[in-house]
């Protein structure tokens, strides 16, 4: 197993569609490592041989590849709205099965959207401890999905190098209430490795609550609801939405079924590394494509998309 530095980079984003700026992070980093999700993967598994990477528009040696080697550090955040309620035992047996499906050597945490986020259960390998307090769950009203990726994100930032961190968000994606700004977050997720993944529900919310822009406009906050697919985007992760196209009253799949692509996404992605140029304090842009061969041309990549050193 490689032993993980901390990354140098710094966060050049800004979700809401207003003017960017460069935060900077500083750190001693002796290789990068980019998580890279693979979809329509062929059999059998991908080599380094595989993948061309370019940094900053030059290819790049691949030093590293790996593939599920390291534990997962998982911060699973419930919808605790009552506009899940209605499918809400359905929405705790699928949990239950994500839970039951991890490695044993990885680590989920549960928490809920209510105001303020509240923590139902630790970052722990007991899966007993943590069935037991997702049995004990209830909607409660309210939801702050960003306030609460902000409540897990600080959890998962005290755990050690040698995991893999991600937040599960299990949701309508309708967020009327949050007060954490975007930037501050995506900063957050950015800096610590974090990718999010959302499995979006069926919702009983009226169609004007759900409500972001109007005319090409962005509604004003809290007039217009957020969502958390903005952070997705951002960190290399996915949607996984179970809404039918025509209606967001009923879904055509199920919660086991969305849970059960999840499980497979988060045990198959690769994990690539590579030694960096001495820091020149600069934005380093990634770009990673599959080889130029016919059994790879339709595979679609996602990962983050680049890092900063230091001056």
């Known amino acids: 197993m490689m032993?993980?530095?901390?990354?140098?980079?710094?966060i050049f984003l800004s979700l809401a569609g207003n003017s960017t700026s460069a935060?900077?992070?500083?750190?001693?980093?002796?290789?990068?490592?980019?998580?890279?999700?693979?979809?329509?993967?062929?059999s059998p598994k991908l080599t380094k041989d595989d993948f061309l990477l370019r940094v900053d528009d030059r290819p790049r040696e691949i030093s590293y590849l790996g593939r599920d080697e390291l534990p997962l550090a998982v911060a699973l955040l419930i919808d605790s709205s009552r506009s899940v309620a209605p499918f809400f035992q359905e929405l705790k047996e699928a949990a239950a099965?994500?839970?039951m499906g991890l490695k044993s050597e990885d680590r989920i945490a549960l928490y809920t959207t209510t105001i303020p986020t509240t923590r139902i259960s630790e970052l722990t390998v007991d899966r007993g401890r943590t069935l037991q307090a997702l049995s004990s769950f209830q909607p409660l009203g309210g939801s702050a999905i960003i306030d609460g990726m902000d409540f897990a994100a600080s959890d998962l930032m005290q755990t050690e190098s040698q995991v893999r961190r991600a937040i599960i968000i299990l949701s309508d994606d309708i967020d009327p209430s949050s007060s954490v700004p975007e930037y501050q977050l995506s900063r957050k997720l950015l800096l610590n490795e974090i990718s999010v993944f959302e499995i979006k529900t069926k919702s009983v919310m009226p169609f004007p609550m759900k409500m972001r822009s109007v005319a090409g406009k962005r509604l004003p906050m809290p007039a217009a609801t957020r969502s958390a697919a903005p952070f997705v985007r951002a960190t290399g992760g996915k949607v996984i939405s179970l809404r039918s196209p025509v209606s967001a009253m009923w879904g055509t799949r199920s919660l086991s079924e969305g849970f059960s692509d999840l499980r497979t996404i988060?045990?198959?992605?690769?994990?690539?590394?590579?030694?960096?140029?001495?820091?020149?304090?600069?934005?380093?842009?990634?770009?990673?494509?599959?080889?130029?061969?016919?059994?790879?041309?339709?595979?679609?990549?996602?990962?983050?998309?680049?890092y900063w050193d230091p001056p």
Do not use: N
């Open 3 to 10: 032993r993980l530095h901390c990354v140098v980079f710094a």
């Open 23 to 42: 935060q900077v992070f500083r750190a001693r980093v002796e290789k990068v490592l980019i998580d890279v999700m693979v979809e329509g993967e062929p």
């Open 97 to 99: 099965s994500l839970v």
């Open 266 to 306: 988060l045990r198959s992605r690769y994990t690539l590394g590579f030694s960096p140029d001495p820091p020149a304090g600069k934005f380093h842009s990634i770009r990673i494509d599959t080889a130029k061969r016919p059994e790879l041309k339709k595979l679609k990549l996602r990962y983050r998309t680049g």
